[in-house]
């Protein structure tokens, strides 16, 4: 029989030991939540938006920096800017960089010390081009790219391009059909810090590359008429029995077609582009080339100043930081049907 004291000993174990177990779980509670309350306060600091870059909305001033308008793809971003920002009543300054990064850094750095509101940029290179839109995103400008990327995201508010590689798989499917998928061929390449023309040259392989054709030369012609006209002399003298011409262009193409105008061959070389200009329209309506991609440029670009002007205004585009846009494929059976 156990007695009297030992009894009251073991009561206060046991008192003893469920206020421990009581006191763990109320412990453990606490912590509980104030793990939770913490867990909720670092997500609420993740999510919490990035300072809006409008510190000169009220100056209505937009910068439109572009390659050489020269080429007539980019001086129709540059005339779509100005049309759509001069109707939401912003002032439009269009320089050219001419494919300079060093060029566009200065006109960055012109556009910051100007005090623009926004810069809309066809810019100088994938990787090249980050320094300065980092300079204007440090000063609280907006950048918003058209018609090429650069390689990383977070800086721009937009980066709005055309579905590249769709165009220039639809292109060399084109010419993998007027060919029978069979003969020897040439590429004119734009320039290697460009991101789209490394894209398009993939697209096209990917479609040629299964078919019995053959690449014999590829040269750089750097997105230019005169370079293509020459590399295309050169090439057609090494190589007259080609049946095409690959070009990562219609500036390319156009030049590429002049040189073969020269040349009195006895079978036909079908010619390729992307861009989907009048003159490259033309050509194909001539029968001196055969197919082209028409990017929606005009478009992307009165997108892009429709977004900087509602980033401005609201804080924010409500859209995604890439958009892309569909390419359309043009060639004899459809140039005279289209309406852009």
């Known amino acids: ?61 937009i910068y439109c920096i572009t390659p050489d308008i020269s080429n007539p793809h980019f001086a129709i971003v540059q005339k779509a800017c100005t049309e759509e920002g001069e109707k939401l009543g912003y002032k439009v300054e269009c320089v050219s960089h001419g494919d300079d990064a060093v060029k566009q850094e200065e006109l960055f750095e012109e556009a910051i010390s100007r005090r623009a509101s926004a810069i809309i940029c066809d810019n100088a290179g994938a990787d090249a081009s980050v320094t300065a839109i980092q300079k204007a995103r440090d000063a609280g400008i907006p950048t918003f790219l058209v018609d090429r990327e650069i390689s990383m995201e977070g800086l721009c508010i937009s980066q709005i391009t055309a579905d590249n590689v769709q165009g220039a798989t639809d292109v060399a499917k084109a010419l993998a059909e007027a060919t029978g998928g069979e003969g020897d061929y040439a590429e004119l390449q734009g320039l290697g810090s460009d991101t789209n023309g490394k894209i398009r040259s993939e697209a096209f392989h990917k479609i040629l590359d299964q078919t019995d054709m053959k690449m014999v030369a590829r040269q750089a012609a750097n997105w230019s008429r005169k370079e293509a006209r020459k590399k295309t002399t050169t090439i057609l003298q090494q190589y007259p029995d080609i049946v095409a011409i690959v070009c990562g262009n219609d500036t390319m193409a156009c030049g590429a077609a002049e040189a073969l105008a020269e040349f009195n061959l006895d079978h036909d070389v079908y010619i390729i582009g992307i861009d989907g200009s009048e003159e490259m329209q033309k050509n194909i309506i001539d029968g001196k080339c055969l197919a082209t991609a028409f990017l929606p440029i005009e478009k992307m670009t009165k997108n892009a100043v429709d977004q900087a002007d509602d980033y401005l205004r609201e804080g924010s585009t409500g859209l995604e930081e890439r958009q892309v846009m569909e390419c359309t494929v043009i060639t004899k059976d459809n140039v005279d049907k289209l309406n852009f």
Not at 21 to 43: D, F, I, L
């Open 1 to 61: 029989m156990m007695k009297k004291g030992n009894r009251i000993s073991a009561v206060i174990l046991v008192m003893i030991m469920i206020f421990s177990v009581s006191g763990c779980g109320v412990r453990e509670k606490k912590g509980a939540e104030q793990n939770s309350t913490r867990e909720k306060e670092a997500t609420t600091a993740t999510r919490a938006p990035e300072k809006v870059l409008n510190v000169n909305s009220e100056n209505k001033l």
